[in-house]
Protein backbone atom coordinates (compact mmCIF):
# COMPACT_ATOMS: atom_id res chain seq x y z
CA UNK A 1 0.00 0.00 0.00
CA UNK A 2 1.53 3.54 -1.01
CA UNK A 3 2.33 5.74 2.23
CA UNK A 4 0.23 8.42 1.01
CA UNK A 5 -2.84 6.52 1.29
CA UNK A 6 -1.93 4.60 4.74
CA UNK A 7 -1.44 8.49 5.26
CA UNK A 8 -4.78 8.92 4.29
CA UNK A 9 -6.31 6.31 6.07
CA UNK A 10 -4.62 7.05 9.26
CA UNK A 11 -5.54 10.86 9.40
CA UNK A 12 -9.13 9.55 8.18
CA UNK A 13 -9.31 7.03 11.06
CA UNK A 14 -8.68 9.87 13.72
CA UNK A 15 -10.80 12.39 12.37
CA UNK A 16 -13.27 9.96 11.95
CA UNK A 17 -12.64 9.86 15.62
CA UNK A 18 -12.38 12.78 16.81
CA UNK A 19 -15.58 14.13 15.62
CA UNK A 20 -17.71 12.31 17.44
CA UNK A 21 -16.40 13.48 20.53
CA UNK A 22 -15.66 17.54 18.92
CA UNK A 23 -19.16 17.42 18.03
CA UNK A 24 -20.49 16.62 21.79
CA UNK A 25 -17.67 18.89 22.68
CA UNK A 26 -19.16 21.88 20.82
CA UNK A 27 -22.89 20.58 21.22
CA UNK A 28 -23.44 19.77 25.20
CA UNK A 29 -22.83 22.94 26.59
CA UNK A 30 -25.76 25.09 24.89
CA UNK A 31 -27.66 22.04 26.56
CA UNK A 32 -26.51 22.38 30.06
CA UNK A 33 -26.99 26.01 29.34
CA UNK A 34 -29.95 26.11 28.96
CA UNK A 35 -31.04 23.31 30.96
CA UNK A 36 -29.87 24.80 33.89
CA UNK A 37 -31.15 28.54 32.81
CA UNK A 38 -34.92 26.99 32.61
CA UNK A 39 -34.10 25.19 35.70
CA UNK A 40 -33.70 28.33 37.95
CA UNK A 41 -36.02 30.27 36.12
CA UNK A 42 -38.98 27.80 36.46
CA UNK A 43 -37.88 26.37 39.73
CA UNK A 44 -37.77 23.14 38.26
CA UNK A 45 -35.65 20.20 40.00
CA UNK A 46 -36.05 18.26 36.35
CA UNK A 47 -34.41 20.50 34.76
CA UNK A 48 -31.53 21.25 37.30
CA UNK A 49 -31.03 17.61 37.38
CA UNK A 50 -30.81 16.73 33.60
CA UNK A 51 -28.10 20.17 33.62
CA UNK A 52 -25.96 18.50 36.26
CA UNK A 53 -26.15 14.51 35.04
CA UNK A 54 -25.59 15.88 31.07
CA UNK A 55 -22.69 17.72 33.04
CA UNK A 56 -20.63 14.80 34.51
CA UNK A 57 -21.04 12.36 31.37
CA UNK A 58 -19.56 15.45 29.38
CA UNK A 59 -16.56 15.63 31.02
CA UNK A 60 -15.21 12.08 30.76
CA UNK A 61 -15.93 13.00 26.49
CA UNK A 62 -14.15 16.06 26.73
CA UNK A 63 -11.27 14.46 28.43
CA UNK A 64 -11.07 11.77 25.87
CA UNK A 65 -11.52 14.46 23.20
CA UNK A 66 -8.20 16.31 24.40
CA UNK A 67 -6.44 12.78 23.35
CA UNK A 68 -7.95 12.77 19.93
CA UNK A 69 -7.68 16.67 18.82
CA UNK A 70 -4.03 16.01 20.55
CA UNK A 71 -3.01 13.38 17.92
CA UNK A 72 -4.50 15.05 14.94
CA UNK A 73 -2.24 18.70 15.67
CA UNK A 74 0.37 15.59 15.44
CA UNK A 75 -0.44 13.90 13.20
CA UNK A 76 -0.35 16.76 10.63
CA UNK A 77 2.69 17.06 11.39
CA UNK A 78 4.41 13.71 11.50
CA UNK A 79 2.07 12.80 8.48
CA UNK A 80 1.86 15.94 6.28
CA UNK A 81 4.90 17.86 7.04
CA UNK A 82 5.36 19.18 3.57
CA UNK A 83 1.35 21.04 4.16
CA UNK A 84 2.65 22.54 7.75
CA UNK A 85 5.49 23.95 5.99
CA UNK A 86 3.30 26.41 4.08
CA UNK A 87 0.44 26.38 6.37
CA UNK A 88 2.52 27.42 9.36
CA UNK A 89 3.40 30.71 7.78
CA UNK A 90 -0.14 31.64 6.98
CA UNK A 91 -2.51 29.86 9.18
CA UNK A 92 -0.83 28.59 12.42
CA UNK A 93 -2.88 31.79 14.33
CA UNK A 94 -6.09 29.93 14.46
CA UNK A 95 -4.15 26.44 14.91
CA UNK A 96 -2.99 28.45 18.53
CA UNK A 97 -5.87 30.14 19.19
CA UNK A 98 -8.50 26.80 19.05
CA UNK A 99 -5.89 26.01 21.66
CA UNK A 100 -6.49 28.88 23.90
CA UNK A 101 -10.20 28.83 23.64
CA UNK A 102 -10.17 24.81 24.86
CA UNK A 103 -8.25 25.99 27.82
CA UNK A 104 -10.57 28.77 28.40
CA UNK A 105 -13.28 26.29 28.00
CA UNK A 106 -12.08 23.67 30.33
CA UNK A 107 -10.79 26.07 33.18
CA UNK A 108 -14.60 27.75 33.49
CA UNK A 109 -15.88 23.70 32.76
CA UNK A 110 -13.64 23.26 36.29
CA UNK A 111 -15.09 25.69 38.07
CA UNK A 112 -18.52 24.88 37.29
CA UNK A 113 -18.29 21.35 37.80
CA UNK A 114 -17.48 21.69 41.50
CA UNK A 115 -19.08 25.04 42.62
CA UNK A 116 -22.93 23.24 42.28
CA UNK A 117 -23.66 23.67 45.54
CA UNK A 118 -21.11 27.16 46.67
CA UNK A 119 -23.36 30.24 45.64
CA UNK A 120 -25.96 31.32 47.56
CA UNK A 121 -27.97 32.86 44.23
CA UNK A 122 -27.89 29.93 41.85
CA UNK A 123 -27.75 31.88 38.93
CA UNK A 124 -24.20 32.85 39.59
CA UNK A 125 -23.18 29.11 39.30
CA UNK A 126 -25.25 29.74 35.67
CA UNK A 127 -23.12 32.60 34.51
CA UNK A 128 -19.79 29.92 34.23
CA UNK A 129 -21.95 27.86 31.08
CA UNK A 130 -21.49 31.28 29.28
CA UNK A 131 -17.39 30.87 28.96
CA UNK A 132 -18.47 27.27 28.54
CA UNK A 133 -20.23 27.74 25.38
CA UNK A 134 -18.62 29.87 23.89
CA UNK A 135 -15.40 28.21 24.87
CA UNK A 136 -16.50 24.77 22.55
CA UNK A 137 -18.08 27.12 20.19
CA UNK A 138 -14.62 29.50 19.20
CA UNK A 139 -12.82 26.46 19.05
CA UNK A 140 -15.12 24.87 16.97
CA UNK A 141 -15.13 28.25 14.66
CA UNK A 142 -10.72 28.41 15.05
CA UNK A 143 -10.50 24.39 13.73
CA UNK A 144 -13.12 24.95 11.00
CA UNK A 145 -10.90 28.45 9.64
CA UNK A 146 -8.28 26.12 9.28
CA UNK A 147 -10.05 23.77 7.18
CA UNK A 148 -11.79 26.55 5.34
CA UNK A 149 -8.43 27.30 4.52
CA UNK A 150 -8.01 23.81 2.92
CA UNK A 151 -11.01 24.21 0.48
CA UNK A 152 -10.39 28.04 0.13
CA UNK A 153 -6.90 29.37 0.44
CA UNK A 154 -6.49 33.16 1.06
CA UNK A 155 -4.21 35.46 2.38
CA UNK A 156 -0.57 34.42 0.43
CA UNK A 157 0.45 34.52 -2.85
CA UNK A 158 3.27 32.54 -4.35
CA UNK A 159 5.91 34.13 -6.91
CA UNK A 160 8.38 32.02 -8.51
CA UNK A 161 8.38 29.67 -5.73
CA UNK A 162 8.25 31.89 -2.84
CA UNK A 163 5.40 32.77 -0.58
CA UNK A 164 4.73 36.41 -0.17
CA UNK A 165 2.24 38.70 0.97
CA UNK A 166 0.91 36.62 3.90
CA UNK A 167 -2.15 38.31 5.58
CA UNK A 168 -3.15 35.31 8.39
CA UNK A 169 -6.61 37.44 9.11
CA UNK A 170 -7.49 36.50 5.39
CA UNK A 171 -6.09 33.55 5.39
CA UNK A 172 -8.65 32.77 8.61
CA UNK A 173 -11.70 34.69 7.08
CA UNK A 174 -11.56 32.66 3.76
CA UNK A 175 -14.05 32.63 1.52
CA UNK A 176 -15.91 29.35 2.48
CA UNK A 177 -15.40 30.17 6.79
CA UNK A 178 -19.09 31.34 7.10
CA UNK A 179 -20.83 28.81 5.44
CA UNK A 180 -18.63 26.53 7.15
CA UNK A 181 -18.63 27.69 10.58
CA UNK A 182 -22.33 28.12 10.31
CA UNK A 183 -22.54 24.26 9.31
CA UNK A 184 -20.19 23.08 11.65
CA UNK A 185 -22.47 24.33 14.72
CA UNK A 186 -25.77 23.85 13.79
CA UNK A 187 -25.17 20.26 12.91
CA UNK A 188 -23.18 20.11 16.11
CA UNK A 189 -26.45 21.48 18.29
CA UNK A 190 -28.55 19.03 16.53
CA UNK A 191 -26.72 16.11 17.05
CA UNK A 192 -26.15 16.66 20.68
CA UNK A 193 -29.85 17.18 21.16
CA UNK A 194 -30.88 14.35 19.57
CA UNK A 195 -28.27 11.93 20.96
CA UNK A 196 -29.84 13.16 24.49
CA UNK A 197 -33.16 12.73 23.15
CA UNK A 198 -32.53 9.01 21.92
CA UNK A 199 -30.84 8.45 25.76
CA UNK A 200 -34.51 10.09 27.15
CA UNK A 201 -36.66 7.78 24.89
CA UNK A 202 -34.63 4.41 25.48
CA UNK A 203 -34.93 5.74 29.37
CA UNK A 204 -38.64 5.70 28.93
CA UNK A 205 -39.07 2.07 27.05
CA UNK A 206 -37.14 0.88 30.35
CA UNK A 207 -39.08 3.50 33.12
CA UNK A 208 -40.68 1.39 35.89
CA UNK A 209 -41.90 4.92 37.72
CA UNK A 210 -44.07 7.68 37.25
CA UNK A 211 -41.07 10.17 38.67
CA UNK A 212 -38.93 8.94 36.11
CA UNK A 213 -41.25 8.63 33.41
CA UNK A 214 -42.48 12.49 34.14
CA UNK A 215 -38.70 13.47 34.21
CA UNK A 216 -37.81 11.71 30.73
CA UNK A 217 -40.88 12.89 29.20
CA UNK A 218 -39.58 16.52 29.59
CA UNK A 219 -36.07 15.63 28.44
CA UNK A 220 -37.16 14.45 25.80
CA UNK A 221 -39.36 17.42 24.91
CA UNK A 222 -36.85 20.13 25.27
CA UNK A 223 -34.29 17.88 23.50
CA UNK A 224 -36.79 17.40 20.31
CA UNK A 225 -37.20 21.65 20.54
CA UNK A 226 -33.68 21.60 20.21
CA UNK A 227 -33.13 19.28 17.20
CA UNK A 228 -36.03 20.44 15.57
CA UNK A 229 -34.78 24.41 15.60
CA UNK A 230 -31.07 23.11 14.96
CA UNK A 231 -31.89 20.39 11.96
CA UNK A 232 -33.76 23.00 10.65
CA UNK A 233 -31.19 25.72 10.22
CA UNK A 234 -28.71 22.42 9.43
CA UNK A 235 -31.23 22.65 6.27
CA UNK A 236 -30.42 26.28 5.33
CA UNK A 237 -26.81 25.66 6.15
CA UNK A 238 -26.67 23.12 3.54
CA UNK A 239 -28.56 25.27 1.06
CA UNK A 240 -25.49 28.16 1.61
CA UNK A 241 -23.26 25.47 1.19
CA UNK A 242 -24.31 24.17 -1.91
CA UNK A 243 -24.09 27.67 -3.44
CA UNK A 244 -20.68 28.35 -2.21
CA UNK A 245 -19.67 24.95 -4.22
CA UNK A 246 -21.33 26.07 -7.38
CA UNK A 247 -19.62 29.23 -7.44
CA UNK A 248 -15.96 28.24 -6.13
CA UNK A 249 -15.43 24.26 -6.08
CA UNK A 250 -17.46 23.45 -8.55
CA UNK A 251 -15.67 20.22 -8.95
CA UNK A 252 -17.04 18.67 -5.20
CA UNK A 253 -21.07 19.34 -6.81
CA UNK A 254 -20.47 17.94 -9.63
CA UNK A 255 -18.82 14.78 -8.19
CA UNK A 256 -21.49 14.53 -5.20
CA UNK A 257 -24.04 14.62 -7.82
CA UNK A 258 -22.59 12.62 -10.04
CA UNK A 259 -23.21 15.57 -12.85
CA UNK A 260 -21.28 15.29 -16.11
CA UNK A 261 -21.94 17.00 -18.22
CA UNK A 262 -22.46 21.35 -17.96
CA UNK A 263 -26.21 22.22 -18.74
CA UNK A 264 -28.98 24.53 -17.44
CA UNK A 265 -32.30 22.22 -15.87
CA UNK A 266 -29.64 20.14 -13.84
CA UNK A 267 -31.28 17.15 -12.00
CA UNK A 268 -30.34 16.71 -8.63
CA UNK A 269 -29.49 12.39 -7.86
CA UNK A 270 -30.59 10.52 -4.93
CA UNK A 271 -28.77 7.44 -4.38
CA UNK A 272 -28.41 5.17 -7.30
CA UNK A 273 -25.44 2.57 -8.51
CA UNK A 274 -22.49 4.49 -10.74
CA UNK A 275 -21.07 3.01 -13.79
CA UNK A 276 -18.05 5.00 -14.32
CA UNK A 277 -16.79 4.19 -17.86
CA UNK A 278 -19.73 4.93 -19.03
CA UNK A 279 -21.10 7.47 -17.20
CA UNK A 280 -24.37 6.38 -16.54
CA UNK A 281 -26.15 6.26 -12.86
CA UNK A 282 -28.90 3.36 -12.27
CA UNK A 283 -31.57 3.19 -9.91
CA UNK A 284 -31.09 6.81 -8.78
CA UNK A 285 -34.36 8.89 -7.99
CA UNK A 286 -34.12 11.87 -10.40
CA UNK A 287 -35.42 15.46 -9.02
CA UNK A 288 -35.93 17.27 -11.99
CA UNK A 289 -33.83 20.81 -12.00
CA UNK A 290 -33.28 20.67 -8.29
CA UNK A 291 -29.70 20.99 -8.69
CA UNK A 292 -29.86 23.73 -10.60
CA UNK A 293 -32.19 25.07 -8.43
CA UNK A 294 -30.10 24.74 -5.42
CA UNK A 295 -27.06 25.87 -6.59
CA UNK A 296 -28.48 29.40 -7.68
CA UNK A 297 -32.48 29.44 -6.86
CA UNK A 298 -33.38 29.34 -10.72
CA UNK A 299 -33.96 26.39 -12.77
CA UNK A 300 -32.12 27.25 -15.97
CA UNK A 301 -28.98 27.74 -13.70
CA UNK A 302 -26.08 25.96 -15.72
CA UNK A 303 -24.32 23.87 -13.21
CA UNK A 304 -20.62 22.52 -14.19
CA UNK A 305 -20.30 19.72 -15.24
CA UNK A 306 -16.82 16.65 -14.52
CA UNK A 307 -16.34 16.25 -18.05
CA UNK A 308 -15.21 20.57 -18.41
CA UNK A 309 -12.96 19.41 -14.68
CA UNK A 310 -9.24 17.97 -15.77
CA UNK A 311 -10.13 14.52 -15.04
CA UNK A 312 -7.05 14.08 -12.55
CA UNK A 313 -8.48 17.03 -10.57
CA UNK A 314 -11.92 15.30 -10.13
CA UNK A 315 -12.31 14.11 -6.36
CA UNK A 316 -13.64 10.25 -5.86
CA UNK A 317 -16.43 9.65 -6.94
CA UNK A 318 -17.44 8.01 -3.79
CA UNK A 319 -18.55 11.17 -1.96
CA UNK A 320 -21.97 10.85 -3.39
CA UNK A 321 -22.47 7.70 -1.35
CA UNK A 322 -21.45 9.62 2.09
CA UNK A 323 -23.50 12.42 0.49
CA UNK A 324 -27.00 10.67 0.53
CA UNK A 325 -26.05 9.21 4.09
CA UNK A 326 -25.44 12.36 5.18
CA UNK A 327 -28.64 14.06 3.30
CA UNK A 328 -31.36 11.17 4.36
CA UNK A 329 -30.42 10.68 8.21
CA UNK A 330 -30.17 14.52 8.60
CA UNK A 331 -33.77 14.58 7.08
CA UNK A 332 -34.63 11.93 9.46
CA UNK A 333 -33.83 13.90 12.68
CA UNK A 334 -36.22 16.79 11.16
CA UNK A 335 -38.53 14.63 10.33
CA UNK A 336 -39.26 12.75 13.70
CA UNK A 337 -38.65 16.25 15.36
CA UNK A 338 -41.65 17.45 12.97
CA UNK A 339 -43.48 14.30 13.75
CA UNK A 340 -43.21 14.15 17.70
CA UNK A 341 -44.49 17.86 17.46
CA UNK A 342 -47.89 17.24 15.49
CA UNK A 343 -48.53 14.45 17.73
CA UNK A 344 -48.09 16.30 20.60
CA UNK A 345 -51.09 18.87 19.79
CA UNK A 346 -52.53 16.04 17.58
CA UNK A 347 -52.69 12.72 19.22
CA UNK A 348 -50.61 12.48 22.54
CA UNK A 349 -51.99 9.35 22.98
CA UNK A 350 -49.92 7.99 20.65
CA UNK A 351 -46.56 10.56 21.45
CA UNK A 352 -44.67 8.04 23.85
CA UNK A 353 -45.91 4.92 21.94
CA UNK A 354 -43.10 2.13 21.48
CA UNK A 355 -42.60 2.12 17.79
CA UNK A 356 -42.39 6.41 18.59
CA UNK A 357 -40.23 5.99 21.16
CA UNK A 358 -38.03 3.42 19.16
CA UNK A 359 -38.03 6.17 16.25
CA UNK A 360 -36.61 8.56 18.84
CA UNK A 361 -33.92 6.57 19.83
CA UNK A 362 -32.48 6.03 16.29
CA UNK A 363 -32.09 9.84 15.84
CA UNK A 364 -29.16 9.98 18.15
CA UNK A 365 -26.74 8.00 15.98
CA UNK A 366 -28.17 8.42 12.71
CA UNK A 367 -27.76 11.27 13.29
CA UNK A 368 -23.92 10.89 14.65
CA UNK A 369 -23.86 8.59 11.12
CA UNK A 370 -24.73 11.79 9.40
CA UNK A 371 -22.07 13.80 10.74
CA UNK A 372 -19.31 10.87 9.98
CA UNK A 373 -21.03 11.15 6.07
CA UNK A 374 -20.37 14.62 5.86
CA UNK A 375 -17.40 14.99 7.02
CA UNK A 376 -16.39 12.35 4.81
CA UNK A 377 -17.82 13.97 2.22
CA UNK A 378 -16.14 17.38 3.01
CA UNK A 379 -12.43 15.70 3.18
CA UNK A 380 -13.09 13.52 0.31
CA UNK A 381 -14.22 16.21 -2.06
CA UNK A 382 -11.00 18.10 -1.80
CA UNK A 383 -9.45 15.35 -3.00
CA UNK A 384 -6.56 15.49 -4.83
CA UNK A 385 -5.70 18.50 -2.74
CA UNK A 386 -4.96 19.25 0.56
CA UNK A 387 -4.44 23.35 -0.29
CA UNK A 388 -6.76 23.44 -3.19
CA UNK A 389 -5.06 24.55 -6.60
CA UNK A 390 -1.56 24.89 -4.52
CA UNK A 391 -0.49 21.32 -3.00
CA UNK A 392 -1.92 17.93 -3.72
CA UNK A 393 -2.13 15.54 -0.91
CA UNK A 394 0.34 13.23 -3.17
CA UNK A 395 3.31 16.05 -2.27
CA UNK A 396 2.29 16.73 1.48
CA UNK A 397 2.84 13.23 2.26
CA UNK A 398 6.18 12.19 4.56
CA UNK A 399 8.74 10.55 3.27
CA UNK A 400 9.33 8.64 6.87
CA UNK A 401 8.98 4.75 6.64
CA UNK A 402 6.42 3.14 9.37
CA UNK A 403 3.19 4.55 8.56
CA UNK A 404 1.68 0.63 8.32
CA UNK A 405 2.41 0.43 11.75
CA UNK A 406 1.71 3.66 13.01
CA UNK A 407 -1.81 2.88 11.97
CA UNK A 408 -1.97 -0.55 13.44
CA UNK A 409 -1.14 1.07 16.82
CA UNK A 410 -4.01 4.02 16.45
CA UNK A 411 -6.67 1.61 15.21
CA UNK A 412 -6.07 -0.31 19.00
CA UNK A 413 -5.66 3.16 20.51
CA UNK A 414 -9.09 4.20 19.08
CA UNK A 415 -10.52 1.12 19.85
CA UNK A 416 -9.30 1.27 23.27
CA UNK A 417 -10.69 4.65 23.61
CA UNK A 418 -13.81 4.35 22.06
CA UNK A 419 -14.70 1.11 24.61
CA UNK A 420 -13.48 2.74 27.71
CA UNK A 421 -15.43 5.72 27.18
CA UNK A 422 -18.41 3.68 26.49
CA UNK A 423 -17.93 1.32 29.77
CA UNK A 424 -17.27 4.52 31.92
CA UNK A 425 -20.07 6.22 30.51
CA UNK A 426 -22.60 2.89 31.45
CA UNK A 427 -20.72 2.81 34.89
CA UNK A 428 -21.35 6.26 36.10
CA UNK A 429 -25.37 5.92 35.26
CA UNK A 430 -26.17 2.32 35.69
CA UNK A 431 -28.62 1.97 38.66
CA UNK A 432 -29.26 5.39 38.83
CA UNK A 433 -32.62 6.57 38.36
CA UNK A 434 -34.30 10.15 37.25
CA UNK A 435 -36.01 10.26 40.56
CA UNK A 436 -32.73 8.68 43.00
CA UNK A 437 -30.45 11.67 41.18
CA UNK A 438 -33.14 14.63 41.82
CA UNK A 439 -33.58 13.44 45.31
CA UNK A 440 -29.88 13.10 45.77
CA UNK A 441 -28.57 15.97 44.53
CA UNK A 442 -31.50 18.78 45.22
CA UNK A 443 -34.72 16.89 46.48
CA UNK A 444 -37.72 18.63 45.92
CA UNK A 445 -39.10 19.83 49.20
CA UNK A 446 -35.60 21.60 49.94
CA UNK A 447 -35.69 23.30 46.15
CA UNK A 448 -39.41 24.45 47.19
CA UNK A 449 -38.42 25.74 50.59
CA UNK A 450 -35.50 28.00 49.38
CA UNK A 451 -36.98 29.59 47.17
CA UNK A 452 -34.53 28.55 44.33
CA UNK A 453 -31.71 29.02 46.25
CA UNK A 454 -28.86 26.67 47.18
Do not use: C
Amino acid sequence: MEDVLIGRILTGLTLGVHILYATIGVGIPLLIMVLEFLGIKKNDYHYLTMARRIAMGYTVTVAVGVVTGTIIGLQLSLIWPEFMQLAGHIIALPLFMETFAFFFEAIFLGIYLYTWDRFTNRWHHWYLTIPVVLGAGISAVFITMVNSFMNSPAGFEIVNGTLVNVDPLKAMFNPSMPERVFHVLVTAYMTAAFIMASIAAFKLLKAKFDEDREYHKKGLKFMMTIGLIMSALTLLAGDLSAKYLHENQPEKLAAMEWHFETESNADLILFGVLDEERQEVKGAIHIPSALSILSDWKPSTEVTGLNDIPEDEWPPLVIHYFFDVMVFFGMFGLGVSILYFILHFFKKDFLYSTPMLYLYVLTGPLSFLAIEAGWFTAELGRQPWIVRGYMRVSEAITEASGLGLTLILFGILYFVLVTTTILVMTRMFKDKSATKSQIEYYGKESLDETGGRF
